[in-house]
């Protein structure tokens, strides 16, 4: 293996074990140009300037070559979902990268195309519909109610991001999957360790390999037993067409995409709500919250870009040639805020008809869990407004730590002051 193919395989393990979560932080990756990073930083809650600069001249351009290889961000909304959506010009395996064969289960849909990716989504899909999900409605009310209630025995002032926001989607998934409560606790210590960023996200392939196998344990235990979760319900529909490595990826899959993403839009959808009461307010009102919840996915776009696309061959997007081995991506937050979803795309306003957003992605690579995030978002906010109606940030907005070149964006903590005292009040 030659040099330049050597590094190349580094990076793609490195971006590999940072696609998911926490892990997501790319501060360790030195040999990337500060250039390249520009569409994964932001300014608070909102992208740079010049990814709006670079949207507005080039909706399709092309950041630099990088190892013999030209990068291309699309930031325009048009442009990104012709990107999405077409099933046939490039491809998201990154397994050669990697020195893999495709014998290789590597886990969720992301890095896999067509045909396989196809089987297994059709594996995932019907237990991700609105029928099967019902459920889980009354289950995650009473996860929320109780995160609320240890909130509020926490004192008066508590972190939101540690008391409420990662906590939920952590016991929603346990409950999705069917994980017995007596194993639920080194899953969560599993879950740390893999979205553990420090000294670049050292150790994240070991916490990675670990939370797959303790998955993969979950599947086999349950081939005698099925639970009454996604893993046991998969195992009585397609008994020994699935693997156990394919199921535990598939788990995996789920636990990777399904948690920090649910937790940041808790912790940031909060912030942003919280610099207009009247927003927050509306939050809390059950006719208004999916209009709400709508517009925060778009606004937020805690997930920054999209899977890596390769190009299979030349081709010509919006007037760039892109050649063969290019690598495409898609920056999800500059294409939601392009002015083509209709006015005010800087600010979160609920109240306006866009066109759909491209928060969950779009095409065969469209979030599979975007029903079961909504329905946490929902309940969480609506909780939270009906428990806390005058919650006030209790820190200087200046003062929070965001995660820095993070491809799922989120805050480190968010302390707010449950109840109101004037005195207090911080402007956000």
């Not at 395989?9 to 990073?37: E, M, N, Y």
């Not at 990697?98 to 089987?119: A, K, N, Q, S, Y």
């Not at 009473?142 to 906590?167: H, K, N, S, T, Y």
């Not at 150790?203 to 893993?231: C, N, T, Y």
């Amino acid at each position: 293996m030659n040099a330049t193919a050597t590094i190349r395989r580094w990076v793609g393990q490195r971006l590999l074990s940072t696609a998911a979560g926490r892990s997501s932080g790319i501060s360790g990756l030195g040999v990337l140009p500060k250039k390249l990073t520009m569409p994964l930083r932001r300014d608070g809650l909102d992208p740079l300037p010049a990814l709006a600069d670079m949207r507005a001249k080039e909706p399709v351009h092309r950041m630099r070559r990088v190892l013999g290889i030209n990068v291309w961000v699309v930031s325009g909304y048009d442009e990104a979902k012709s990107v999405l959506a077409d099933t046939t010009s490039y491809s998201t395996d990154i397994r050669p990268m990697l020195g893999m064969g495709t014998d290789v289960t590597i886990g969720g849909l992301g890095f896999t195309d067509p045909p396989e990716h196809t089987r297994l989504r059709k594996i995932l899909t019907p237990e991700f519909t609105l029928r099967r999900l019902q459920h889980l409605r009354p289950v995650i009310d009473r996860i929320v109610q109780e995160r609320l209630d240890a909130m509020e025995e926490a004192g008066e002032v508590v972190d939101l991001v540690q008391e409420f926001a990662f906590p939920i989607p952590f016991l929603v998934i346990c409950e999705l999957l069917g994980l017995p409560v007596e194993d639920r606790e080194r899953f969560r210590a599993l879950g740390h360790a893999r979205f553990d960023i420090a000294e670049g996200g050292a150790g994240v392939f070991g916490a990675m390999s670990e939370s797959r196998k303790f998955l993969e344990e979950a599947v086999r235990r349950q081939r005698a037993e099925p639970g009454d979760g996604l893993i046991g319900q998969i195992i009585r529909d397609l008994g020994d067409e699935v693997s156990d490595e394919e199921l535990g990826g598939l788990a995996d899959g789920v636990f990777t995409g399904g948690y920090e993403t649910s937790a940041s839009m808790l912790s940031l959808g909060t912030l942003a709500l919280l610099r207009d009461p009247a927003n927050y307010a509306l939050a809390g009102q059950a006719d208004r919250v999916d209009d709400v919840v709508a517009e925060l996915l778009r606004y937020l776009s805690v997930v920054q870009i999209s899977f890596p696309r390769f190009a299979k061959a030349d081709l010509e997007l919006y007037g760039k040639k892109i050649a063969k081995g290019d690598v495409v991506i898609v920056s999800l937050s500059g294409a939601n805020r392009d002015p083509a979803l209709g006015a005010h795309t800087d600010s979160v306003d609920p109240s306006l008809d866009r066109p759909s957003h491209l928060g969950f992605g779009h095409g065969f690579h469209r979030c599979v869990g975007a029903e079961l995030a909504r329905m946490e978002l929902r309940a969480a906010f609506l909780g939270l407004v009906d428990r806390f109606p005058q919650l006030q940030l209790a820190v200087p907005a200046e003062s929070l730590q965001f995660r820095d070149l993070s491809i799922v964006y989120g805050v480190e903590s968010l302390p707010v002051r449950l109840h109101p005292r004037d005195a207090a009040a911080v402007a956000v």
